[in-house]
């Protein structure tokens, strides 16, 4: 009988654990897919460690690629080419089952993987077609694994609601599966980039992977004035923020009038002291950006095969170590995914 792991109750790393699972057969629009990899999220570690609370028995992540099995009944979509899959055909999730495309709305931020429904921490699952697609060219399953989520907020930040250009200065934080992204998809785009880490060993990877200004941000806790001041005092035209709260002020500080800011993250608290005077004083655009649709992750695969960007890994766990993985994540070394092997 196939593996998969599931979580507790009560939610708690140590409580993620194997079980033998029959994964049935696929239905009318749905396929039967043998899983092959996934990747952490901070998402799954809310879950994991029952911030974010799923109900009892969870099979947790939200990001999962594998190869089809079995094909279900057809539905009436088949229409649409980048919905039919054959057996064999490699196929990667999307975070949001229900947006499959158009601008957000709240009733599309429904049944996430690994939150509201089953996710991909199993050997197999059965998925409706329409909350799949192709994988990049040339990709291995576990690197197809790292876009969903982290990916895919990482290009829509930047592209359709951050609409940079060649020559933008974008400024990105921290060294996470988000950020990392956010740092390789401006620099492909003809960006220049300022990145900040509160590690200086993790400062010269952002260097090496192509960033053209680094600040300790721990050490230049007045980060902001600092990327403001390394641009000449125009300030930075587009940031990734990854920090909200109290470390969006800094962002507002770097950020040179006329430009944007998408928040995508919370590691800094769910509520803070925003300088809005500061915001309208300086005609900012800000923007929440939430992953992102099933037609914008096919446009983000095709903007990778065009721009050769790459997914960094910095792990890869066997399944059955996905306890040892949300350590090792909740120690927060890793630069970069930490990916599951399927
Ligand atoms: N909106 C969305 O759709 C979406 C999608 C994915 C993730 N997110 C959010 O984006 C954030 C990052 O996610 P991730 O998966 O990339 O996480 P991750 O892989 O766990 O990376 C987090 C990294 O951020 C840096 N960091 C830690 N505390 C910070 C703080 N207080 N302020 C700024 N940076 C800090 C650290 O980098 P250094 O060690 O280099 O300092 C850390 O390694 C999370 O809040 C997550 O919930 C949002």
């Known amino acids: 009988m196939p593996i998969a792991m599931r979580l507790g109750p009560p939610a708690a790393i140590d409580q ?17 897919v043998r899983m092959r990899g996934s990747s952490l999220n901070f998402h799954d570690y809310l879950v994991v460690t029952g911030r974010m609370p799923t109900a009892g028995g969870r099979i947790p992540l939200s990001d999962g690629a594998g190869e089809v099995v079995e094909v279900g009944a057809l539905r009436g979509d088949e229409a649409d080419p980048s919905m039919t899959f054959r057996v064999g055909e490699a196929v990667l999730g999307t975070f949001f089952r229900h947006w499959r495309e158009g601008d957000p709305a709240q009733w599309k931020h429904g049944a996430v993987a690994g939150e509201h429904v089953d996710g991909y921490a199993r050997q197999f699952a059965v998925v409706p077609v329409a909350a799949l697609t192709r994988v990049p060219h040339g990709f291995s399953l576990a690197e197809a694994a790292t876009l969903p989520c982290a990916g895919l907020v990482a290009w829509r930040a930047l592209g359709c609601c951050g609409g940079i250009r060649p020559g933008d200065v974008v400024l990105v934080q921290g060294t996470g599966g988000v950020s990392v992204f956010a740092l390789q998809f401006a620099k492909a785009m003809g960006a220049t980039v300022v990145a900040i880490s509160s590690s200086e060993g993790k400062l010269k990877r952002l260097r090496a992977l192509g960033a053209d200004h680094v600040i300790h941000y721990k050490a230049e806790p007045n980060w902001g004035r600092a990327a403001r001041r390394w641009t000449g005092g125009r300030g930075v035209d587009h940031i990734v923020d990854v920090g909200g709260a109290d470390f969006l002020n800094q962002s507002i500080e770097a950020c040179r009038t006329g430009g944007s800011i998408a928040l995508v993250g919370l590691l800094a608290g769910t509520a803070g002291r925003v300088d809005t005077g500061r915001i309208m004083a300086q005609q900012l655009r800000l923007q929440g950006v939430v992953v992102g649709s099933r037609t914008d992750q096919l446009e983000m695969i095709r903007a990778i095969e065009s721009l050769g960007v790459r997914p960094v890994i910095d792990s890869s766990f066997q399944l059955q170590q996905l306890p040892a993985a949300f350590r090792h994540q909740e120690a927060g070394r890793h630069f970069g995914k930490i990916v599951v092997e399927i």
């Open 16 to 32: 993620l654990v194997p079980f033998e699972e029959d994964p049935g057969r696929p239905g009318a629009g749905e396929v039967l």
